[in-house]
């Protein structure tokens, strides 16, 4: 059986990186905004638009969203339309939505009040085992672990080593690491720095780690600086995937028509079709209503067939945000 990598973490190692991760923490953290609020209502708007975005963008449609919806219940009484609008910039839609379901069933079952336990957390929609745990911590100062991937890239390569697929941590492994690794009573500043950590100093692309403070603590380290020391100036570990030309794209894009169109009376398939691709022809219309179904599914649209419909016909579908 191979044995645990989790079993030679010594209790001095898991020492040391706390105190130089707290140490620069403290002294080094960005000025973000949702790091100036314990109110559970920004934390949870923080929580959700950072889940896919990053920190930067997020900054100011945090701003713009909460002085369109300063409360859950302002929140809670919007409709998806204004919610997706005000997502605009952020990607991802989805999460707009389910930020609104949320927001609907805290004013309706919890009065208001965000749930204070990890598994009444859970069945909010979008909130996930991370977002709980980031609620819990941020919010309500508890000393909880969570981790989504940035968060296991660097506890990977500090207590392992380099994230090899061979050495990968399973999800119940890295559960009970960060459960393991919190400090009592610390867990507000742990949980931050792990994720600034992660964010500007350990990427997954370009570790910094000549100026890293967890240099000498680091299992990674000198594998991944001989091997970024053997790379061509600036290489990256990891590429890029193409984002133009996925459906991913696609759909933002159709949205972005959509939150333009006047009045919210939304366009129809050939219009849309248009917009998308310069040269739309007949074969891409089962392309267009598979994309225009999958986001009516999700919650982001709505596809009206014109009386006397026609399947082949693009001009009889009007789509618009709900
Ligand atoms: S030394 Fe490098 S690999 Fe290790 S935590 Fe720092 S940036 Fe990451």
Redesign the pocket.
């Known amino acids: 059986m191979t044995p645990d990598p989790l079993n030679a973490i010594t209790s001095e190692h898991v020492a040391q990186v706390r105190e130089r991760l707290l140490a620069w923490y403290q002294t080094s953290h960005r000025d973000l905004p949702w790091r100036q609020t314990r109110d559970p209502y920004r934390i949870l708007v923080s929580e959700i638009m950072l889940q896919q975005t990053q920190a930067e963008r997020v900054v100011p449609k945090y701003h713009q969203f909460l002085s369109r919806f300063p409360s859950v219940h302002s929140l809670a009484a919007a409709t998806p339309g204004e919610v997706i609008r005000a997502w605009a910039g952020l990607g991802y839609n989805r999460r707009a939505v389910s930020l609104l379901r949320a927001a609907q069933v805290i004013v309706e079952r919890h009065g208001g009040q965000l749930p204070r336990d990890r598994s009444t957390l859970e069945r909010l929609p979008g909130v996930g085992r991370y977002t709980s745990g980031a609620v819990l911590c941020f919010a309500f100062g508890e000393d909880v672990g969570f981790w989504d991937t940035n968060i296991a890239r660097?506890l990977h390569?500090?207590f392992v080593g380099p994230e090899l697929p061979a050495r990968r941590l399973s999800p119940r492994q890295l559960d009970a690491l960060v459960e393991r690794l919190v400090p009592r009573g610390r867990g507000y500043e742990w949980n931050q720095a792990l994720i600034e950590?992660g964010a500007v100093?350990?990427t997954a692309r370009r570790?910094?780690?000549p100026t890293?403070p967890?240099?000498t603590c680091?299992r990674?380290?000198p594998e991944?600086q001989a091997l970024l020391g053997a790379l061509p100036h600036g290489t990256r570990l990891k590429r890029e995937s193409s984002f133009t030309g996925s459906t991913r794209y696609y759909r933002g894009r159709l949205l972005e028509y959509l939150r333009q169109a006047p009045d919210g009376d939304g366009l129809d398939l050939l219009a849309l079709g248009q917009r998308l691709r310069q040269n739309f022809s007949p074969e891409h219309l089962p392309w267009l209503r598979q994309l225009v179904d999958d986001l009516a599914r999700d919650g982001l649209v709505l596809a009206e067939e014109r009386p006397g419909y026609d399947a082949a016909d693009p001009r009889s579908v009007r789509v618009r945000l709900p």
């Open positions: 660097v390569r500090v950590l100093q350990c570790p910094a780690c890293c967890l240099q680091c990674a380290f991944i």
